[in-house]
């Protein structure tokens, strides 16, 4: 990692090196915080979880080939040297907010209620046609995740895709620092986090704080169906580009037609120019990430045609709105996470699906004092689109159920998602298409496995 020695991390950490001052002059290869994915010559990050003490694993990382550690704690005779430092999880952001200093790397910061991880995904894949991009894997979205992946980025790499998740204020302010994002893009204002940020004028003031930490110019991208994100007018000068459906942007939806789970078919006026495509995976809201995808496209100087490729080629990732058929079942795995609004547009999805529509659903949690009305609001959804089934779990979902059963459709409610599992292969039948979605701490990727079967 060019320009990152452990003299170099010293010093933006304010830490104390501590052995061999003959290895300060040397560069790491990288940073790893799982003491089993260490490689020769990387940076260990010992952080002290709840279970678990990673300075416990020091001596074995060294074996392993690790050139140096970080440590909160003094070391009795190490293998090798240390950092000594007072918190390893403000060292990581000191180092990745060093570290993107040195790069020429373009960075895309993409943060939201809903969609953050489909746009990033949609971004990444069409800049992917004419760049070397890197993007955000798995959930690193965090004050830990984002920092490891902003020192993943290397000399080839050309653009960054980063998506940054928070919880409550402050948060964004703390990996905008870091980030120092080239390109804002905001996908919308929700219902989300509710328990930190009291409503959505909080979310939309904690979600905005990216714009403090922005370079200049910067290129911004929002949502102009957002009655918040419309507000924004102007960011340290720069005129944000606004997408819309239903509100007269300059880029927008002009036509779009479903193809069921299949995806969908869309035209999108951008300016004074039309642009269609055919975007692979379903859900009226991937429309939205599409035209964020072009306006960020056309950008960076792709054509058209380059785009289109790039949104034509998007593949769904585990969890995410990910579609496989098992037995004769079409399933539509999007247990990673849910709000009340990615429920809804998980909802809209199911209801284009063929056979019976089956929603299995479960807890929302970080929702604060409305989280059974929002939970009841989710079942209403579920009324109001038709779903057939809808399978309800959990102690908070009992509201779901209470909403889904003004509707037409057979509901069920399960305390456990033990005590479904144990039922769903006399519930669920060839035929079906189900949708899976809970807040990840319901573990419902568990239902997905049983359902590859």
Do not use: W
Not at 73 to 83: H, M, V
Not at 270 to 297: K, S, W
Not at 429 to 448: H, P, R, W
């Amino acid at each position: 990692m060019k320009d990152l020695t452990l003299e170099q991390i010293e010093k933006c950490t304010g830490g104390v090196y501590i052995g061999d001052e003959s290895l300060k002059q040397k560069e790491i290869t990288g940073v790893e915080k799982d003491s089993r994915l260490i490689e020769e010559g990387f940076l260990y990050l010992p952080f002290v979880g709840a279970r678990v003490d990673g300075h416990d694993f020091i001596d074995q990382v060294f074996e392993k080939g690790a050139l140096a550690t970080l440590s909160e704690k003094d070391l009795e005779q190490p293998k090798g040297p240390y950092i000594k430092v007072n918190s390893v999880a403000q060292a990581l952001k000191d180092i990745a907010e060093y570290y993107r200093s040195t790069l020429d790397c373009k960075i895309i910061g993409i943060t939201g209620s809903v969609g953050k991880t489909s746009t990033k995904e949609i971004i990444a894949s069409v800049l992917s046609e004419k760049f070397d991009v890197l993007k955000t894997e798995g959930n690193y979205n965090n004050e830990i995740g984002m920092p490891l992946t902003i020192l993943k980025i290397r000399e080839h790499h050309q653009i960054a895709v980063i998506e940054m998740g928070i919880s409550g204020f402050e948060e964004m302010h703390r990996l905008a620092k870091v980030a120092r994002p080239d390109v804002c893009v905001i996908t919308n204002i929700g219902t989300c986090h509710l328990e930190n940020l009291g409503d959505r004028d909080g979310v939309f003031r904690a979600k905005t704080e990216m714009f403090d930490y922005a370079k200049n110019p910067c290129f911004v991208v929002l949502n102009g169906d957002d009655d918040k994100l419309i507000q924004v007018q102007d960011v340290h000068g720069n005129v944000p580009v606004f997408f819309g459906i239903e509100s007269n942007q300059a880029v927008k939806a002009t036509d779009y037609k479903a193809n069921g789970i299949m995806g969908t078919d869309v035209t999108i006026q951008y300016y004074d120019e039309v642009f269609q495509t055919r975007i692979p995976i379903p859900g009226f809201h991937m429309i939205y990430n599409a035209m964020a995808a072009l306006c960020i496209g056309v950008h960076f100087g792709m054509n058209f045609e380059e785009i289109d490729r790039g949104i034509r080629k998007l593949q769904a990732i585990s969890g995410r709105n990910n579609i496989f058929e098992n037995k004769g079942i079409v399933v539509i795995d999007d247990c990673y996470n849910a709000n009340p609004m990615s429920m809804e547009a998980s909802l809209k999805v199911l209801a284009n699906g063929s056979g019976r529509t089956v929603a299995i659903l479960g807890d929302m949690f970080e929702l604060g004092k409305d989280e059974e009305a929002l939970h009841y609001h989710v079942g209403r959804v579920a009324a109001r689109e038709q779903i057939d089934l809808v399978i309800c779990i959990g102690k908070l979902s009992v509201k779901i159920a209470e909403g889904a059963k003004t509707g037409d459709g057979e509901v069920l409610y399960f305390e456990t998602k033990d005590a479904f599992e144990n039922s769903m292969n006399q519930i669920l039948k060839e035929g079906d298409t189900v949708l899976v979605k809970a807040s990840n701490g319901m573990q419902f990727k568990t239902i997905v496995s049983k359902l590859k079967e």
